[in-house]
């Protein structure tokens, strides 16, 4: 046995490989497998996915849709909360993995200009200017706190102010 020998991962199945659709420009960065589901996590360079333990693609989703991503390694539960606040996507992962490094750095790589503020009842607004990695685009993003009502002309009216600063700030 060597000294600094090095434990290889299991490549990911072709089965599962081929059944994430690739862009031009996109391959796969990491991946992880569902502890509970058997199911797999796979992160590509513009979207985040999730294959069946059967090999067939249940969802794609571009990486500007997450909101962010959590990993607490002492249960191996990962976890990410969407823009649009769909359910949060978790799995259990305790296997060693890129994919939490992974999900870290694309959606930081998707954040142009982000700014927060509260509201007169203290709860959080965020405003974000991100990028389709696929295709550039920037993509304006209002993100709500728990409690945060948009439907409020006050918060509605900073909202729209911050994303027009974040807009002026990258030339737009």
Excluded: C, K
């Excluded at 994919?99 to 203290?122: K, Y």
Aim: net charge neutral; glycine share 8%.
């Amino acid at each position: 046995m060597a000294l600094f020998e090095r434990r290889r991962r299991p490549d990911l199945p072709q089965a599962v490989r081929d059944a994430v659709p690739l862009g031009s420009g996109e391959r796969v960065l990491a991946w992880a497998t569902d502890e509970n589901t058997g199911d797999y996590a796979v992160a590509t360079t513009y979207h985040l996915g999730l294959v069946g333990a059967d090999g067939g693609l249940v969802w794609q989703r571009p990486w500007h849709e997450a909101e962010s991503g959590t990993w607490q390694g002492d249960s191996g539960l990962l976890t990410v909360v969407w823009v649009d606040h769909r359910r949060p996507t978790q799995w259990l992962v305790r296997e060693p993995s890129l994919l939490q490094q992974t999900l870290r750095e694309r959606l930081q790589a998707s954040v142009v200009l982000a700014d927060e503020f509260r509201t007169e009842n203290r709860r959080t607004v965020r405003v974000v200017l991100r990028q389709n990695l696929a295709t550039g685009s920037f993509i304006e993003q209002i993100v709500p706190g728990r409690g945060a009502d948009l439907r409020d002309p006050a918060v509605a009216a900073e909202a729209t102010a911050r994303l027009a600063r974040l807009r002026s700030e990258v030339g737009l």
